[in-house]
């Protein structure tokens, strides 16, 4: 049994009128063997002003549920979705439906027991340091 992990299920966002992303993102937390599932928090995906195509999503902490580290777990959630799948936000749409990003998380999790959070695919052994 792991000390925390962190399921994520799916980042759902709208285009808002400032041209950022806004929604929701929704996971499961294990937290010493006790499962708490479909945690959302509000969610943000905005683009660095300074330097395009730089994204960032920062999650809203949650404020029912305690989980330390929910920073480094963040950082590593914007590492994956944009180092490891590339993944490159669309301000288009087709047709008259608001731009959107819609992405799920099959079949990963976020180890948090480490000093650094590490993601890891669901039925795999963990990896060795």
């Known amino acids: 049994m792991h000390f925390l992990n962190v399921y994520p299920k799916r980042l759902w966002a709208t285009l808002n009128p400032v041209a950022a992303f806004e929604g929701q993102f929704t996971f499961d937390l294990e937290q010493y063997g006790l499962l708490t599932s479909d945690i959302v928090c509000e969610t943000t995906i905005a683009e660095d002003p300074i330097v395009r195509g730089q994204w960032t999503i920062v999650v809203k902490p949650m404020l029912n549920v305690e989980m330390p ?8 959630l914007n590492h994956y979705v944009f180092e490891v799948l590339q993944f490159m936000p669309s301000r288009t749409a087709l047709g ?4 959107m990003v819609k992405l799920f998380f099959d079949g990963i999790y976020f180890d948090m027991s480490g000093s650094e959070p590490v993601v890891q695919k669901i039925g795999a052994a963990p990896l060795k340091e």
């Open 69 to 76: 580290h929910f920073d480094k777990f963040v950082d590593t």
């Open 96 to 99: 008259k439906d608001l731009p």
